[in-house]
């Protein structure tokens, strides 16, 4: 495990770093992001809603963990930013007139940043998060592609070697969950491990996901080195070529990012599964 899974403020710093560099640049370019109105769907800490903050926009973060919330709204406080912080699980967030924490105005920017693959329910956190967002609004999705080397989060774990052993997600649910057993992770790791496992979300998964929802795709892009890499291990993130990008399921293995910007569909979908 590394130390930024312990260290929840260097965490914190990590991504509203990669958030000012890469994720807000992206979308800006598609969409005004000074002084809206920005949700983030399972913020932890809230480091992506920082640079937001810091440029006048209301923020608001929703997250299940009741600790990474009250550590979002400490960090926001040492970092004097504004923010409004929600310890709910979106399913059960109600939405009358789009009001949601005291804002009766729909949302501008909707983030859920490697988020999707956790969730089994796919098609209903789409639709949940539909409520919440503004007719001219846009959604942006990040996720790493399961195939690719830790898809499976498998750096999470506590055992140094199989922490750094690349693609072992992808071997079948008995031999991968005997492996964990055998490298000492606890029954509380390898039941989150396994989760990402069922939960998973490959690129063509998600494409299938976008069509069956409200949402029409404005514009994607793969990474085969992740922004986020930059702060994790000091590597310059790379884009994937494009030639290799429009290879279906290949090109799974090796994008450790996919950028999704959505907006909404006006019509109605057939229901995803």
């Not at 729909?106 to 209903?124: L, R």
């Not at 991968?176 to 989150?192: D, M, T, V, W």
């Not at 063509?204 to 990474?223: D, G, N, P, S």
Request: proline share 5%; charged share 20%.
């Amino acid at each position: 495990m590394q130390q930024r899974h312990t260290d929840r403020k260097s965490y914190f710093n990590e991504l509203s770093f990669t958030c000012e560099h890469y994720f807000l640049p992206y979308i800006e370019q598609f969409t005004p992001t000074a002084n809206c109105r920005v949700l983030e769907i399972g913020c932890g800490e809230g480091g992506n809603l920082a640079p937001f903050a810091r440029r006048g926009c209301t923020v608001t973060g929703i997250d299940i963990s009741q600790n990474r919330i009250n550590e979002a709204r400490r960090f926001f406080e040492e970092e004097k930013l504004v923010g409004t912080f929600l310890a709910r699980d979106i399913f059960t967030v109600p939405c009358t007139g789009c009001q949601i924490a005291g804002i009766e105005k729909p949302f501008h920017i909707i983030i859920v940043h490697d988020v999707i693959e956790h969730i089994p329910n796919k098609y209903k956190l789409m639709e949940s998060i539909h409520r919440f967002l503004d007719d001219d609004g846009v959604l942006f999705v990040s996720f790493p592609a399961w195939q690719m080397p830790f898809g499976g989060h498998q750096q999470i774990c506590r055992n140094p070697i199989v922490a750094h052993l690349p693609y072992i997600h992808l071997l079948p649910i008995t031999l991968y969950h005997g492996l964990l057993k055998i490298a000492g992770e606890s029954p509380e790791r390898i039941s989150e491990l396994l989760d990402i496992c069922y939960c998973r979300t490959t690129i063509e998964r998600f494409e299938m996901l976008i069509q069956a929802t409200h949402y029409r795709l404005v514009h994607k892009l793969f990474w085969v080195i992740n922004p986020h890499y930059e702060q994790k291990f000091g590597w310059r993130p790379r884009q994937m070529w494009k030639s290799i990008g429009n290879i279906k399921h290949l090109r799974n293995y090796g994008c450790t990012s996919c950028f999704y910007l959505l907006k909404e569909q006006k019509s109605k979908k057939t229901p995803y599964k």
